[in-house]
């Protein structure tokens, strides 16, 4: 019984442990104009669970290794 218990806690660990451990960090604006991040799996995931996204912000993953990706410019957006 102890063997199957610990069977089923490793095979539960294994199969959480890589959607925890791909996730990326993702920037949005929020309803008051301020840049924030917020880690996820995937970049709709991190539009659904984002706190307090402002309407027609999207999201930009800031974990892109590509060279010619271009930083997040500024701490905040005005008109939000």
Same mark, same amino acid.
Not at 13 to 35: C, E, I, K, L, Q
């Given at each position: 019984?102890?063997?199957?218990?610990?069977?089923?806690?490793?095979? &539960? #660990? +294994?199969?959480?442990?890589?959607?925890?451990?791909?996730?990326?960090?993702? #920037?949005?604006?929020?309803?008051?104009?301020? @840049?924030?991040?917020? %880690? #996820?799996?995937?970049?709709?995931?991190?539009?659904?669970? #984002?706190?307090?996204?402002?309407?027609?912000?999207?999201?930009? %993953?800031?974990?892109?290794? =590509?060279?010619? &990706? =271009?930083? @997040? +410019?500024?701490?905040? @957006?005005?008109? @939000?």
């Amino acid at each position: 019984m102890k063997t199957l218990l610990l069977g089923s806690l490793a095979m &539960a #660990a +294994a199969v959480v442990a890589p959607a925890v451990s791909f996730a990326d960090t993702f #920037a949005y604006v929020n309803t008051s104009g301020d @840049v924030q991040t917020m %880690d #996820a799996t995937t970049a709709n995931q991190a539009i659904l669970t #984002a706190p307090n996204i402002a309407t027609h912000s999207g999201v930009m %993953d800031l974990n892109v290794s =590509n060279s010619t &990706a =271009n930083p @997040v +410019a500024g701490q905040s @957006v005005g008109g @939000v």
